[in-house]
């Protein structure tokens, strides 16, 4: 089955600099990245994504690339702020063509002022 | 105001209730999940139905039941269950098929005493 693996666990970074996180996914069909974030207490909110027809995607301080052939994609975040701090979460489709997706294990990332 | 509501927003349950939590969506959407989510923890997919159809994680015990009255609504019937069974349970919507990305409700914690 679909495996997601996301690295790092935990990430720590002073404010102003940038953030990088990263996940490999197994099945080489897949076709749709989503990242989460999700502060605490709350929900998980889709902030961006990219779909495998492109190499990467920007919105404002935040972008995603992904290498279909080394099947990893990436979420960059740069001019880090206080409030990006959160749990991030990547993930991916579950082979066929049903909209479920699996998640990586998130990374913590705390940025300090 | 998130587009997918859950209730209750917290419950306190003993092992022998039953009880059923529930999530409406109005956008539309034709896909809709439940996830349980330990603390800490990325979100576990337990159960989806898209076009009025179930498909369940072979691994999410029998007192978990699902419920689609109809496609804007998706319960989850609770009987008999376990401390362990504790965690926030998410609802997500989403059109249905591979490449779209999910809205989350707020969720419902779960304690079972």
């Known amino acids: 089955g679909e495996n997601v693996e996301q690295h790092p666990s935990t990430l720590s970074v002073q404010e102003g600099d940038s953030a990088v996180i990263k996940c490999t996914y197994s099945?080489?069909?897949?076709?749709?990245f989503p990242w989460y974030k999700q502060e605490l207490g709350k929900r998980p909110q889709l902030i961006i994504d990219i779909r495998s027809n492109v190499g990467e995607k920007k919105d404002q301080r935040i972008a995603v690339t992904l290498n279909k052939t080394a099947k990893h994609f990436s979420l960059h975040i740069t001019e880090t702020q206080p409030e990006d701090s959160a749990v991030y979460f990547c993930?991916?489709?579950?082979?066929?063509?049903?909209?479920?997706?699996?998640f990586g294990q998130g990374t913590t990332l705390q940025v300090k002022p | 105001d998130t587009e997918v509501t859950q209730t209750p927003k917290h419950l306190v349950m003993g092992m022998t209730n039953k009880k059923s939590l529930k999530c409406e969506q109005h956008?539309?959407?034709?896909?809709m999940y439940w996830y349980k989510q330990k603390a800490k923890k990325p979100p576990e997919l337990m159960f989806v139905y898209s076009y009025e159809k179930l498909s369940i994680n072979e691994s999410v015990p029998s007192r978990f039941s699902p419920e689609c009255p109809n496609s804007s609504l998706l319960n989850l019937h609770l009987h008999a269950l376990q401390p362990e069974d504790s965690a926030l349970y998410l609802c997500?919507?989403?059109?249905?098929?591979?490449?779209?990305?999910?809205?989350f409700g707020s969720g419902t914690r779960l304690t079972v005493v």
């Open positions: 997500a919507s989403s059109q249905a098929g591979l490449g779209y990305g999910y809205t």
């Open positions: 956008m539309g959407h034709r896909a």
């Open positions: 099945d080489s069909a897949s076709n749709y």
């Open positions: 993930a991916a489709p579950i082979s066929g063509n049903t909209g479920k997706l699996i």
